[in-house]
């Protein structure tokens, strides 16, 4: 019997004698303390004079709904966390029930080895593991998380962001996040999983566009050994990586139909089947995606299964560009600066002048956040001096629109030297003038691209690999969708 506390008590509660007796054997079998409920009004009685741990629901109880229990349970402020059980097929049940704050479901027939994981999990405790003891927990303040702690700026619109990170940490749910590229939907994705109770458990982010098609499934899903040629031994996919924890699926847009059908499969299932394997390996994780497309213009446009946007977009945040938050430039000013002058070992900090933000202020930022983290990177850089003036960032005047995304992130060398050699006739170095048209040309892919990799590539009718290795070739750097130019 593993150690049980006041607080592991469990609340069941079902109208069918037959499955309520399911459910308690099997917690029972696994040392829990529980109490059951067949109707909406008992489990209340019992709520108001007990608290417990978890909950679990049907769905469909004879005098109301489990989703009159979640809705008790948020009208209270309780603790307990929700586990509803829907019936087979009906994805609109688990939706609306992990909207009404249900920290997950199980679709019946319930599994029972999926039941038992979903219920530790909701307990905190690792399935198949003792529970962890005091000390040994994950942090669960709200200001345990470090990427929340990282997420700088007070405007309305980002205590919005935190507050809704802070209420989704405490659920399973899927959360999609939106927004432009740069904007911090990773950082606000860490910041979920930072907050939720699987903290210490693996955080694996996948930038979906990044992965060459034919390699989408062994990626996601893992192969064994002789699966196909090279397959020298088992490998694990991210889902298998993120086991416990959270994965994070970057770029979700950009993943082709096909895959999108697997993808939907493994969440439904909550199982994967390596490729080459014979059977399945149940997962037990968080998706949480984000994009920077519309996504339901995706669905429209045929290009994205409207049954798979349903299932990730049970919870949306809006991440908004920097321009529509230029109150918050001076804490992510100074936020971006600590951390890029620790990096670099620079003492002490160096400030922004007031003309500085000014000029800050008067940008369009179109990479948002992380074009600022660029431009504060290269400013600190070049200045060496404890206060960065407004030259110091060397931001065009006036940008907008397309050009200000390649103008504005990355100098090209100099462009407009190839470009006067152009109109002067032969250029004196025939290699560097190419290399400096094709570093042009390729950067503003990529900018046009929102620095994907695969689909700048394809623009100029280039594959991934080919791409890879001329950016390397001319020191363009992208990570995670960011553009460096090193050359
Ligand atoms: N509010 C913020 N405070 C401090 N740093 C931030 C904030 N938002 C973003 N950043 C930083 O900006 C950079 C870009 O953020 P992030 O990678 O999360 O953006 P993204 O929206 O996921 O970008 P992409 O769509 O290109 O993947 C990161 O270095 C991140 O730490």
Same mark, same amino acid.
């Given at each position: 019997m593993k150690p049980m506390t006041a607080?592991?008590?469990? @609340? /069941? /509660?079902?109208?069918?004698?037959?499955?309520?007796? @399911?459910?308690? @054997?099997?917690l029972l079998r696994e040392g829990y303390s529980l109490v059951s409920a067949e109707t909406v009004a008992e489990a209340l009685a019992l709520l108001q004079s007990e608290r417990f741990a978890v909950v679990i629901t049907d769905m469909r109880l004879p005098d109301g709904s489990g989703l009159d229990l979640l809705a008790w349970l948020e009208q209270q402020g309780r603790n307990e966390r929700a586990i509803v059980i829907t019936a087979h097929g009906s994805a609109e049940n688990a939706v609306e029930a992990l909207k009404a704050g249900a920290f997950d479901y199980l679709t019946k027939p319930v599994d029972l080895r999926q039941f038992r994981s979903v219920v530790a999990t909701a307990l905190g405790r690792e399935p198949g593991r003792p529970a962890p003891r005091r000390e040994e927990a994950a942090p669960r303040t709200s200001s345990s998380s470090g990427a929340l702690a990282r997420l700088a700026g007070r405007s309305p619109a980002m205590e919005q962001v935190r507050e809704l990170i802070r209420k989704v940490g405490r659920s399973m749910a899927p959360v999609l996040l939106q927004g432009e590229s740069g904007t911090g939907k990773e950082l /606000?994705?860490?910041?979920?999983?930072?907050?939720?109770?699987?903290?210490?458990?693996?955080f694996i982010a996948v930038n979906c566009g990044a992965i060459p098609e034919q390699l989408l499934e062994a990626e996601f899903f893992g192969y064994r050994k002789g699966a196909f040629t090279g397959a020298s031994e088992d490998r694990e996919g991210f889902f298998q990586a993120a086991q416990g924890g959270t994965l994070f699926l970057d770029e979700i847009g950009d993943l082709p139909l096909a895959m999108q059908s697997k993808l939907l499969r493994a969440i439904q299932e909550r199982s994967v089947r390596p490729v080459g394997a014979v059977s399945e390996t149940p997962v037990n994780l968080r998706l949480l995606?984000?994009?920077?497309?519309?996504?339901?213009?995706? /669905?429209?446009?045929?290009?994205?299964?409207?049954d798979l946007y349903y299932r990730l977009n049970v919870i949306q945040i809006r991440v908004p560009p920097l321009r529509e938050r230029l109150a918050d430039l001076p804490d992510i000013g100074t936020s971006l600066l600590e951390r890029i002058a620790r990096d670099a070992g620079v003492h002490p900090v160096p400030r922004l002048s007031p003309g500085a933000l000014a000029r800050l202020s008067a940008y369009a930022f179109p990479g948002n956040v992380r074009e600022l983290e660029n431009v504060l990177h290269r400013a600190l850089a070049l200045s060496g001096a404890s206060e960065l003036q407004a030259e110091d960032l060397d931001l065009p005047d006036c940008v907008s629109g397309e050009d200000s995304a390649f103008g504005g992130l990355a100098p090209l060398g100099q462009p407009a030297a190839a470009a006067?050699?152009?109109e002067a006739g032969l250029p004196l170095d025939l290699t560097q003038y190419l290399d400096e048209v094709e570093r042009r040309v390729l950067l503003r892919a990529l900018a046009e691209y929102r620095f994907n990799r695969t689909a700048a590539g394809a623009r100029l009718g280039l594959s991934l690999?080919?791409?890879?290795?001329?950016?390397?070739? @001319?020191g363009i750097q992208v990570d995670d969708g960011e553009a460096r130019d090193a050359g």
């Open positions: 607080n592991d008590r469990l @609340l /069941v /509660v079902d109208d069918e004698p037959d499955l309520r007796t @399911l459910y308690e @054997l099997t /606000v994705a860490r910041a979920i999983h930072g907050e939720g109770s699987r903290a210490s458990q693996p995606s984000a994009t920077h497309k519309d996504l339901a213009a995706e /669905v429209q446009a045929g290009r994205f299964r409207q006067a050699e152009e690999r080919q791409m890879r290795y001329r950016m390397a070739r @001319l």
